[in-house]
């Protein structure tokens, strides 16, 4: 080997790194720290062959170089405008270079950092220095005054280098040399996009003499007692630890036993202690708890626990992997807001700050190994580094940086040896390590079904059905008899499920019905928090998110990457707002036989102490009373049944569909959400709505000309299409049955309902008028509604008659009958008209304010709702179908122009579904980025008395046969009034 190939021969080996300190617990002390955080000077080169010179030496002149902040991903600099080094990409599984390991290709960007910096005259002399990385992707060396520390791998865990003897009084020159591919590269295949650098933050540590090198707490929880139990390990054996909370001073390793309030993700309870040495203080915040596993269930202080949980990765739209506090905390506040209680740090472990505020806000965490091979995958699983003993160091090398950092978090619950990354020998190895260091808690991994090593049994998109048989404890068995009764001893969580990508997920509440049912099923992690959408502007500086293929990647996996329930910038997606509904702690319902409200407490551990309950009775959505309902406390797991107050019974009937809410919010401030916020509701229906009359027949219709006149609409004689409705001009209602497919509409593991729907020609079908018939009291138009090439055919009949009794009000009963061959459902069954673009205000009473889809209904109530029609679109990164509001009986457009017309009101019977649209479902489904969509000078609305629900088969099961949509005979009618007062 040349003297320069040997150099770099570190980035292709299977060791993990050379040089490097041993790993230890993330903490903070009294002792001097300098951040060496900031402007770096950097220059990129095309890999390991083209570095030019001694960019190390302490004199080599880097005047000429970029600025790039530490930490950051070199390839996100100059987002949201053009990258400049480099570029992101985007992949799944495909490993972006030839599977050939440990190799790497020549091509390897390859970054060269250096950075000066003054030691304080005040640092100390006895001790020693640390130079401590959070997280340098993916291989980097380091050369502090031009002397070569080390070099080191595995991105998303910290490297420490003793920097003692290279460290000088006044300058000193910080050289590191990080490789954007390396043998680390193949153990770091996650589903994300591909960036490099430091970009985590860097620090040089003062290390006192005699000081804390790694301390491990030990602070367990008896529930039977309610006493906890302190132990400290520290390898400093004069270390002492004091916690004034709880008057304990104690040597280390020794224990005491007293009485606490546990740590829970609900009720985070945290102790601030000491650990100190003569010459170091490490302050300490402890939190009592126990994790077991007994009698095959998961349990927290004793209690089994149900995880309402999510998967997430860091990102961020701007600066990609790196993410400042602030945005860690907003996480934070947004899941405990949405009724969140755990996190699946999927797939490697976060910056060690975010765990710390998970154990101060209370989130259960299954932290997980910065670990994956997924790539091997389309390969055989030929050459899988799991099972190849020359890798087993580098395996170990992670999992004990992970827990070695973390091990001390209280909000920690289980350990995970990474995410698919096939069987074998070093996955087991890394559990038996994990299982002798730390005992007190469970260790998961997805990727061995037979759960031979792990302490849960854990599945990924298993469908309603077998989720149902494992909580049954009546899963498929094996061909291994005793593994399976190992495994049936064991709890069950869904690490993903419930694939949050574009529209939906669809089924929610069918999962979390089996997790509330079935013990074994302790829940699971939705797949997953944020959209790693990438912050891009069009030539005319509008901005979208970008995603695979957008960078011109040759290999990429398209939106794939966009499937959380937060869009790129965190604003919630309709799905977080479903899924906070579904997960709600608390069950509110209202018993109106025995007029009660029930109240049942889903917490494990809090009671409602901290929930004032408000109800509110609403006459076709105007509020006709309210008031505070008295609940008694309700500990965790039991149900309260309340009646209703005076005030509520007293109410007078009314003449209009009448509903009763009842929302538990928050008493008083939190940490994580103020006074007032609403974490669970339930509602019903108290008084029915009046039956609607449609006059069979009505005034009759007259023909002049071309035109016919029905009451207060015009239609054309002969395309029989309403085209004016008092002083409205429209495009009359006609059928629709297309939708712009969502991703899970075009994916999935059984085939594609959206390719079946593409080929039967549905997004191109032709209406053909067959008769105009004006007589007997109403306009009767029959059409053949078809697409191109086939011979099977929507009939449809439209017959309108006019209400003799409200003026300006048409009704429209539509009548279709499927000829021929209609293997699938449809993706919706309803009419779409055209109104001018100054329709631009909706106000409806049905479910809302958000879209709702016959499987995504859970968070949307019946009350009356309104928006303007940019508020009623969804902006899905990759657009799709989105908006509709559900279970709507009458919705009005509101004309906003400066001299505003008549509204239009749409009435059903009884209830409709409608979108409002400035573009046609056509140019949502033409549409590849949010800036494609260009609103027309009409606005859409499509009115559905069916439609398709959403499923989640873009990574998971279909639609629920309960919530497809039957192509078959249907009749449905709907109302159209102009002249309408305002009210
Ligand atoms: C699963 C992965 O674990 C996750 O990282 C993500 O890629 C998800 O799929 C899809 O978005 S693996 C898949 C084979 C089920």
Redesign the pocket.
Known sequence: MTAHRAEHAYVEDHSPGTGRLAPRAAFTSDAPRLSLDGDWRFRLAPGTHALTDCFEDPGHDDTGWHLLAVPSCWQMSGVPGPPVHGAPAYT??VFPFPVDPPRVPDTNPTGEYRREFALPEDWPADGSATLRFEGVDSCFAVWLNGVRLGDGKGSRLPTEFDATAALRPGRNVLAVRVHQWSAGSYLED???WWLSGIFRSVALLHRPAAGVRDYFVHADYDHRTGLGTLRVDCDSPDARITVPGLRLGLAAGESATVPVEPWTAETPRLYDGVLSTGTERVPLRIGFRTVSVENGLLLVNGRRILLRGV?RHEWDPDTGRTLSLATMLHDIRMMKQHNINAVRT??YPPDSAFLELCDEYGLWVVDECDL?T?GF?LTGWRDNPSDDPRWREAYLDRMSRMVERDKNRPSVIMWSLG??SGTGQNLRAMADWTHTRDPGRPVHY?GDWDSGYVDVYSR??ADHAETDRIGRRAEDPTTDPALDEHRRSLPFVLC?YA?A?GNGPGGLSEYQRLFEQHPRCQGGFV??WIDHGIRQRTADGEEFFAYGGDFGEPVHDGN?VA?GLVFPDRVPSPGLVEYKKVVEPVRVTIDTATRTVVVHNGHDFAGTGHLRFLWRVEDEGVTAGEGELSVPHVAGGATAFVPWPDDLTKLPDPAVERWLTVSAVLAEDTSWADAGHEVAWGQTMLTSPPAVQVPPTGIAPTTTGRYVELGAGVFDAYSGSLVRLGELTLDGPRLDLWRAPTDNDLRGWRGSVAAQWRAAGLHRLEHKVLAVDSDGGALTVRTRVAAAGTDTAMMTAYRWTADPTHRGRLWLTVQVEPVGEWPFPLPRLGVRAAVPASYDTVTWFGAGPGEAYPDTCAAARVSRHSSDVTGLQTPYVYPQENGSRAGVRWARLDDTAPEPTDGLLVLGTPHFAFSVRPWTSEDLDAARHSTDLVRRDRVYLTVDTGLQGIGSA???PGVLPQFQLPTRPTTFTIGWQTAVPAS
Request: charge should be negative.
């Open positions: 799944n599984l996650q589903d994300m998967n999927s797939h994956e997924h995958f995410n698919e997805e990924m998109y993903e694939h990508m797949w997953e794939f499937d873009s990574c998971g």
